[in-house]
């Protein structure tokens, strides 16, 4: 199991941001970033509630309670959205 350091981390450095950009996203201070990521310090609730939203992740998924992340395709046509699932089946398809 991913513990939420290691899953912020992971979020943020996937998106390309450092630790001083995300802090300014969360409205909180770099070392405060540093201290969820070395799993010294758990964010608050609206903290969570801020990554989950700006990483298009579950709190669920954060807090290691849920194991696959999820794609947020709201706002998307259906046509849109059928080439977004196309997409993920020839990766999956792929790799097998």
Known sequence: MVDFGEKLKLLRKRSGLSQEQLAQRLGVTKGMVSSYETSMRMPSYPVLLKIAQLFHVSTDV???ME???RI???GLTE?????VCDIITQFR???G
């Open 79 to 83: 046509k849109q959205k059928a080439l």
């Open 93 to 95: 398809e792929s790799n």
């Open 67 to 69: 194991s696959d992340e």
């Open 72 to 74: 947020d395709i709201s």
């Open 62 to 64: 954060l807090l290691g």
